[in-house]
Structures are given as C-alpha cells and as structure tokens.
C-alpha cells in the first residue's frame, strides 16, 4: 500500500515507530554502560559487544553515535563513560522500564515474562500511557495491599 493512501493517524504512528527505534538503542546502550561501571567499575566496548551479542565493529559504532549525541564519552583504548545526559537518559530509560514492569505485574503476569515484555514496551509507549500505568498500578497496590 503506497503512503498516500493512509490517513494522517497512520502515517504519524509509522513516524512514532520509527523514532521510537531509532531512540530504543541508545537507551539500551546508556542502561548497559552505567550496568557495568556500577558493576565492575568500567565499561569497555567489549563488554558492550559481549554483554549484546554483537560484533566489536557494530558496538564501537553504536558507541560513536553516542559520542556524537552528547550521551556518552570515550577516547581510545580508554573506558566509555556516560555524560550527564547520558546518565539522565539511563535514569529515564529505568523508570519507564520499572513503571510498565510493576504495570504488567499488577495485571497478574508472572515475573519472568513482565521483565522481557517491560524491556520492549519501555520504548514504545507514550507518556500518556505510562502515566495511566502508574496511576493504575499505584491504585492496584493500594487495593491489594
């Protein structure tokens, strides 16, 4: 189907979408590199490939767009640190991850499951719906107690 036959609704969710994946790698990214200097002190491109199952290239290569947008710093053959933005982006990409998580939950999925769909609703829905997930889990705990 061509894009001139879609409705205006349409065609702005495909560019939600689309900007939704072009964000979700870079907050994959930023929550793995302050994983692993919390956990180990460091985080090297290597264990970046490692800890993503990727090639050393596409790692050093995701790496470079961080640099280039603010969220990260690294020199060669020096560890990747985060900037402050990249920290912030990090915090957010927790919080929205934990909201729709405890959300799932509330609804009676099992633990294992809410942590693997969490990961992937975390980048995709709006603000909206992730404040109406936390209002309606915030009332779910209160009920339940």
Do not use: W
Not at 36 to 65: P, Q
Not at 100 to 106: H, I, T
């Amino acid at each position: 189907m061509s894009t001139t036959g879609k409705t205006g609704g349409q065609k702005n969710a495909h560019a939600r979408t689309r900007r939704d994946h072009a964000t979700e790698l870079a907050e994959d990214y930023v929550e793995a590199i302050d994983d692993l200097v919390e956990e180990t002190g460091a985080c090297r491109v290597t264990d970046l490939a490692r800890h993503f199952g990727v090639s050393h290239v596409t790692a050093h290569r995701t790496i470079a767009r961080l640099v280039r947008d603010g969220f990260a710093d690294t020199r060669r053959y020096a560890p990747v640190t985060l900037t402050k933005k990249g920290r912030a982006l990090a915090k957010k990409s927790r919080e929205r991850h934990e909201i729709v998580r405890q959300f799932l939950l509330s609804l009676g999925i099992s633990e294992q499951t809410a942590q693997l769909d969490a990961e992937g609703i975390e980048h995709h829905v709006s603000p909206e719906t992730l404040d109406v997930m936390k209002q309606f889990t915030a009332k779910h705990q209160e009920e339940t107690g």
